[in-house]
Structure formats: structure tokens, C-alpha cells
């Protein structure tokens, strides 16, 4: 349907004229010879009659309807054909979700389980939420005319006396407002400036444009998502899509490839970077967008990682739960910092928006580098990877202060000929109150996957402890073990209770011995 060419159309045989005229869509209707014109398709009477039509006569007479009495001449556009089909199209549509709302609410009655047609329906919610702006004669409080035209209409609905009287329901005033509104649209759609000339639309007019206007605008918008995004637009929200799409048109990346991993909390991105807007910013070849996710309640049973880790402690108690998973994001961004900055392999930063992370991507041509747990490895690579994890552990709790509180064989990629430690967003400080658990439950895992994977040397999870930690923690069992993690733990939280600062075992005196390979 293509309403705006409804009138240059149906008029063959019309003189071309000067270039600004064939430019306004709407063409010169006093200069040249329309047969029919986009007014005639389209007056009010017309849609009355039409409505008439319909209430007493079948659908597809209704149809007919359009090539009898009420459009005169031989070049009758079949476009406009269309259009009238499409708004007796929607409302039938309309009358069909009416139906299905009855049906609804008949089955759901007054019980407090409640079952939706909404997928059912016909008209797009999109249609039906966007029509704030459509022509509601009781509404003129978005009167963009307002300004230049105080002309408002009191309460009662009406102004001046006797026949001159002008009631909210005039015409022209209507007409003008309509022919306003139709600045809305998208800058892609053409209605032509139209300056000059006192445009006044009528509601049928300017409704069907609208619709048009806008169901242009999602074909668009969908035609363009597939060209370039044809697995990344399912998984996340529209306001994180437009996030990504700003980082495209800026140039930052290149394109966004596709989707890599979809997990619990996050869904992560492959993309080919761009350029950097600062010379000083190099934009690594390949990127990973990790795009924490939005729904709140996955993000639940992380409060405990947050709540109590005191860099974030003032600011946790005052924020809303989507800013909390920003945090999330800002967390990982200065941990894995940190990580770079002690040397560890680490992805490395690029940008943070909001609860999307940029980083470098660990693997090639699109493929990421495989997980830990995924690759088989010769055991003298495998002895390598694991003498690499204990330094790194060490030089993770010693030289960034962090225990990474979520590391096993998931969370380590083997790229390069080594391992690189991603997933930081939940590490911790060790004097978190529950940081030494968490330490302890990555050394657990760690050991548990190289004592399995054939690694001879590799220590058993208190001894990891202790050489990680630097703490001498001498029970020989699990259980005792944890109970004086805990105690420590509990020393060390009633000290900063006391003292408002964290035990000397923690501080970088008595630094950890560093394993050597
Ligand atoms: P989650 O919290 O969902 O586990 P991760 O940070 O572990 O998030 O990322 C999920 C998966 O995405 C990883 O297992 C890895 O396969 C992939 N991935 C994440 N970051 C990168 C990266 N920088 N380079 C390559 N792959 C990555
Ligand atoms: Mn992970």
C-alpha cells in the first residue's frame, strides 16, 4: 500500500510538473487532471457509507463496494483498492480481538488463575499501544499546534455563538492538527513539506497514513535486523538491541557476528571490532560483548556476592535491582582490570554501557577458545595448565586482592598454548565475609578436575588453600577444615566491626609464597 502515491498515480496522464511538485507526494490537485483523487478514495462520506455497507452486507460485497457507485472514472487505482481492503482488514481485526477479549474473560470469569489469548490477537500490540497519538476527538492535549495557535477548546466543547460556532469536532482545526501530526512519522517517510499551502487532513486520511506509516517503519526495521543480526535480536531486550546498534553506528564495532553462549545471567557476543574514536584505544580484531542480563530474578541468588563485598556496600542499599546488574557489569570491568594489570591472561577491556560489557575476544575467526572441561590435553599440557592456574591463583589473591568465586574448568579457556581465566563478574576481595569459602570451593574444584585429569603434582584442595592464601590452615579434614575458614572469616568481620579495618593476616605484609613452576 503506498498511499502517498495514491494521487501521482492515478493520474496517468497528468502533465509532469515543475520539480517541487513532483517531489510532494501530494501532488497539485488544482493543476492537473485526476481522474480520482486521493481525497475521493478517501473522504469521510466515502468511509461512512463503507461503514453502512458493512454493517448491513457480507464481507466480500463490502469489498465490491469499492467499484460501485462511490468512485466515478475509467482509471480507478488499484491501490487504493488496497487500502480500503486493508481498513476493512483491520476492522475485522479489530472485531475478532474484541471477540477473543469476551471469550477471555468468559473462561477466566472472576478466578485468580487467569489464562491469555493475547497471542491470538490480531492487531500487534504495538499497533493498539501507539495510538496515543491517534485522532481521538476527546483528546486535544498533544495539540502541537498549541503554540502558534492558542485556539484551545473549552470544556464544553465549543467556542463562539450563534453559527459561528466552532466545536472541537470542526473540520478545518482537526484537519490542520492532522496534517501536524503527520511531522511524527519517520524521517524516511515521505509527505512532503507542504509548505505554503493549508493542508487540512481528514482522520480517515491521516489514520491510514499513520498505519502505514508505521507498519513501514517495523518492515524496515525487521529487513535491516535480518541483514545483520539474524541471531543476536532474540536474545536480548530492545533497549539493550539499541545499545548494541549505537556501538555499530559508532563505528566501535564492526559487526555483530552472532551469539556464542547463552547462559543464566549472561548472553555473550562475538563481534568484529572497529575503529576507536581516541587514537590512544586500540580496538582489539575480535570482540566479546557480555550482555548481562536484565531479568531480575536470575540475579537474585547473587545478592550475597555483592551485598557484603564493602566496595560496593554503600552503594548496594540505595540502588534498584537494574542497577545492581549494571554493577554486575562494572564488577567484571574492574576486576578483569585489575587481572590485566597483574599480568594474568585475562580478556581485556574495552568498553562498558550500562549492563554491556566489551571485551577481547579469547579465540579466533569467530571461534571461541575452548573451555577447560571441552579440550583434551596431553598430560604434559595438562601439568602445564595446572602449575599456570596455581600461579595464577596466587597472583590473583596476591597481586589483585581477588579470589575468583566462581573458577572451575567452566570458566578457564585453553588458547595459545594456556589458560585464560574469564567470568569475574562475582570474584570477590578475600576479606569479603565469605571470601576464604569461596577460595576454598575454587580450590576444590580446581584440584578435584587435575587430580582426575592425571595431574600427579596436583595438590588437594586444603593444601591449595593454604598455598594460595599463605594462611596455614593445619586441620586434615573437609569438615574442620571449613569450620576455621569460617572462624577466621568471623574474626576478621568483628575486627572490622571493632577496628573498621580488615586483619593483618590479609594485608600484603605477609604476602603468600608465590609457587614456583
Ligand atoms: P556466564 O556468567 O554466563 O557463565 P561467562 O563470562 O562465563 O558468562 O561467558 C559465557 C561463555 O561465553 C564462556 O563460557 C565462553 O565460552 C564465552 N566467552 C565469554 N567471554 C569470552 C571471551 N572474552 N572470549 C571468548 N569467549 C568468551
Ligand atoms: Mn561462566
Redesign the pocket.
Known sequence: MDPVGVAAAAAPDARPGPAWQSKCPWGAPNTTSISCSLADVMSEQLAKELQLEEENAAFPEVVAVAEGPFITGENIDTSSDLMLAQMLQMEFDREYDAQLRREEKKINGDSKVSISFENYRKVHPYDSDSSEDEVDWQDTRHDPYRADKPTTTPRKGFVGKGKDITTKHDEVVCGRKNTARMENFAPEFQVGDGIGMDLKLSNQVFNALKQHAYSEERRSARLHEKKEHSTAEKAVDPKTRLLLYKMVNAGMLETITGC?????????F?AYGGKSATEDKVIPP???I?VFKTTLNEFKNRDKYIKDDYRFKDRFSKLNPRKIIRMWAEK?MHNLTRMQNAGIP??QVVILKKHVLV?????QDQV????LKDVTLSSEDMKKAYCQILNMMQQLYKECNLVHA?LSE??M?W?DGKV?L?????SVEPTHPHGLEFLFRDCRNVSQFFQKGGVAEALNERELFNAVSGLNITADNEVDFQAEIEALEKMNEDHVQNHGKKLSMFSNDGDPPIYDE
Open positions: 556464542i553462549s547463552t547462559g543464566k545471567e549472561s548472553v555473550v562475538h575480535e570482540c566479546a557480555k567484571e585475562c580478556p571485551m577481547s575476544f579469547i579465540g571461541p577458545a575452548p573451555k566462581d567452566y570458566n579457556l588458547h585464560w574469564i567470568d569475574v563478574s562475582q
